[in-house]
């Protein structure tokens, strides 16, 4: 059964500008507050222009609880919108003087004359917002941004690490009160209910038993569903102030009046119907943490780790007799930022020493900064695992695939993914369409033909070279190709190859596209794959190409 966790940051854009600006803001004249004003109060705020730089210490510096900067005087921050100049967002203090978001700013300036004010950047807080959610990984590999103040996290299966649902949102919430985030969070079986009872439920952390959204939503005011604005506002008029009575209403009846919004709302938020979430990562259960008294940061330590995550996930695989084809292992350092390592395997695998063997050498690159706090493992393309029956008279195979599967993967480790690979056959008659590449260790559907040997390097276009024959139909007896002369002194050919004419228009069919292949060698013995194409006599004259080199 899924388990979603919702965590809301109310006050999001004045919980960011407060960390970007620790020192506080820079009173502006009252002269200029009463114009409507708002200017940059100090010079922090020249990171809303920069938000790729100023989120990265999101989570790093512990702050001052906002609660008590709230106290000392009312904050807002001011947005210009069709040219009127209007409050974004303010904080506590400015809310209980009575100011709102929306609010225009003279008004606002009017009503409280000490009002501190700096500028909206909502791009800023959006882009805070993403360091967050890459933050919370270490309590999920699935987590996805909730609109502009709150994220999803799908924590099934990885609850069991925090000792529990309670427990783990509990974690959560104080590590960002640590940090000066004020956040509230509730799990539940589906977004919407976790959504609902993060926002508006009584506790700041609430845990739904599984199948228990019913309940828990009833209660609840109709703003919970995430209905627009106009159904928001009309249903009270009705008497519908809690979702409980739109449960006990006829179904038929709210759909004709309200529409199939409100339908959909509901039946997500109570799980008859599944919401999709954008995951900045694809979620899966196979996830591992190792969270640590003391942080690390010694090569040592790492490879330590390194060895005691994998061992872990190769039990939990071990046990369900699955595999994995890629495993991503994540440092994540006090001050929020997290370091990824990526290696994949060319089959399914899940024995700790291979997969360790090549995540060591790349511990080097990890930067600890002042230390890392918790380490986790996630394994991707998991699949079944066939278990193979070790027999004395028939390993001499087996083993020879296990050493190129372990030579691939090195290979892969070093140069990246995708750049090994092996070349497949193609049934095509041009040389250029038949080879394709595959998987290094795919299975040959087809054999080549021996009768028609090709080069090992094949270009991806024939280039053009200058040639000489003695006669029209021999091979050439010299070739300039890239500006250096080249003497053939042996040949072999032609192996005529025609085209392929059911691919295009028969008005399009010509003899101009019959190439000749020559293998020849020049005089400092390298090899060349060159044809000439089109034939004499005909309507062009035959060109001569290179198309690929033998070893």
């Known amino acids: 059964m899924t388990r979603i966790l919702s965590l809301w940051c109310p006050n999001w854009p004045i919980t960011t500008w407060r960390r970007k600006n620790a020192a506080g803001p820079d009173l502006s004249s009252p002269a200029e507050r009463g114009r409507g004003t708002a200017r940059r109060v100090v010079e922090g705020a020249t990171a809303h222009s920069e938000p790729s730089r100023a989120p990265s210490t999101a989570i790093a510096v512990p702050l001052p609880r906002c609660t008590g900067e709230e106290k000392s005087r009312p904050f807002a921050l001011i947005q210009s919108e069709a040219g009127t100049r209007k409050l974004a967002a303010v904080d506590r203090t400015a809310a209980a003087l009575g100011l709102f978001a929306g609010q225009k700013a003279a008004d606002a300036a009017a009503l409280v004359s000490e009002l501190d004010c700096a500028d909206y950047d909502p791009e800023g807080d959006a882009a805070a917002l993403e360091v967050l959610c890459d933050w919370c990984v270490r309590f999920s590999p699935a987590v996805a941004v909730d ?131 954008a995951f900045r990562r694809p979620p899966t259960p196979w996830f591992e943490r190792l969270a640590f008294a003391e942080p690390i940061s010694a090569l040592e330590d ?39 390592l990526t290696v994949g395997l060319s089959r399914p695998g899940r024995t700790p020493a291979p997969v360790a063997r090549l995540l060591k050498p790349k511990l080097g690159e990890i930067d600890p900064g002042f230390g890392i706090e918790v380490a986790t493992l996630c394994a991707e393309a998991v699949e079944t695992l066939a278990e193979r029956q070790s027999r004395l008279d028939a390993d001499a195979e087996a083993l020879a695939q296990e050493g190129v599967a372990a030579l691939v993967d090195r290979l892969t480790a070093r140069l990246g993914e995708g750049r090994v690979f092996r070349s497949l056959p193609v049934q095509s008659h041009v040389p250029e369409r038949a080879v394709r590449r595959g998987e290094a260790l795919a299975e040959l559907t087809e054999g080549w033909d021996p009768d028609k040997p090709r080069p090992v390097r094949l270009f991806r276009q024939p280039e053009p070279i200058e040639a000489m024959a003695l006669l029209p139909d021999n091979p050439p007896s010299r070739f300039q190709w890239r500006g250096r002369m080249h003497t053939v002194t042996r040949a072999e050919g032609p192996e005529r190859i025609g085209d392929e004419w059911w691919r295009r228009p028969l008005d399009q069919v010509s003899s101009d596209r019959v190439r000749d292949y020559y293998r020849v060698e020049d005089a400092d013995g390298a090899r060349f794959w060159i044809f000439r194409a089109g034939l004499y006599g005909g309507e062009t004259q035959p060109r001569w190409w290179l198309h690929g080199l033998f070893a």
């Open 302 to 340: 790492l490879e330590r780790v390194t060895d005691d995550i994998l061992a872990a996930m190769a039990q939990r695989l071990t046990a369900r007799g699955q595999g994995a084809r890629r495993f991503i292992l994540t440092f994540h350092r006090l001050d929020g930022r997290a370091h990824s």
């Open 147 to 277: 609109g502009l103040d709150g994220l999803f996290l799908d924590i099934t299966g990885v609850s069991h690490l925090w000792a529990g649902e309670a427990a783990m949102a509990a974690d959560l919430v104080a590590r960002l009160a640590a940090n000066g985030i004020p956040a509230r969070a509730a799990v539940a079986d589906t977004a919407g209910a976790a959504w609902a009872l993060a926002r508006f439920g009584d506790k700041r952390v609430v845990i739904v038993p599984p199948r228990g959204q019913a309940e828990a939503l009833r209660p609840l005011p109709i703003a919970a569903l995430r209905l627009d604005p106009a159904a928001t506002a009309q249903l009270p008029r009705l008497g519908l102030t809690r979702i409980g009575k739109i449960m006990d209403q006829p179904r038929a009846a709210l759909a004709r009046r309200f529409g199939m919004g409100l339908m959909l709302r509901v039946d997500q938020a109570l799980g008859g119907l599944e919401e999709a979430l």
